[in-house]
């Protein structure tokens, strides 16, 4: 066959499938309405109702240490997307492809260990410093 020759496809399926998502999501969003609740509580009109009355601001402030550990989440989220893709391309990648995964992971590991040491992953109570300073308090009063 001619590689410049123009396949004509059928739009019909297109259209069918098309149709059949409206019809379906009409039928879901009737029946949510005919058969749901319609009620008006104190709390209906609220964020977040789940019925459980607000007992707050939703303003929370967070330590710094906690956007750290969410960075690093989302870095190593990232490498696993990358490693997953270099694992489909495998074959195709040959030694080359091996070679940067390889220096990849590496530098993912030197940041951990970097982070590790700088303390980024520490994000509970240190229990070091609360019996230094426990010491500190009780060689004050003796």
Do not use: C
């Not at 039928?27 to 709390?43: C, E, F, N």
């Not at 270099?86 to 040959?94: K, N, P, T, Y």
């Amino acid at each position: 066959m001619p590689r410049d020759t123009v396949y004509q496809m059928p739009l019909w399926p297109m259209f069918l499938y098309a149709g059949i998502v409206v019809i379906l999501l009409g039928a879901i969003l009737s029946l949510s309405y005919v058969l749901g609740q319609h009620h008006s509580d104190r709390a209906t009109g609220k964020p977040y109702e789940g019925g459980i009355e607000q007992t707050g601001s939703a303003r929370l402030r967070f330590s710094a240490q906690f956007y750290l550990v969410a960075m690093l989440f989302v870095v190593f989220d990232i490498e696993a997307v990358f490693l997953m893709l270099w694992a489909v391309g495998f074959f195709e990648l040959g030694w080359p492809g091996y070679i940067g995964a390889a220096i990849f992971v590496a530098q993912l590991i030197v940041v951990l260990i970097y982070e590790w040491g700088t303390g980024a992953l520490d994000i509970g109570i240190n229990g070091k410093k609360i019996l230094k300073l426990m010491h500190q308090k009780n060689k004050q009063y003796a």
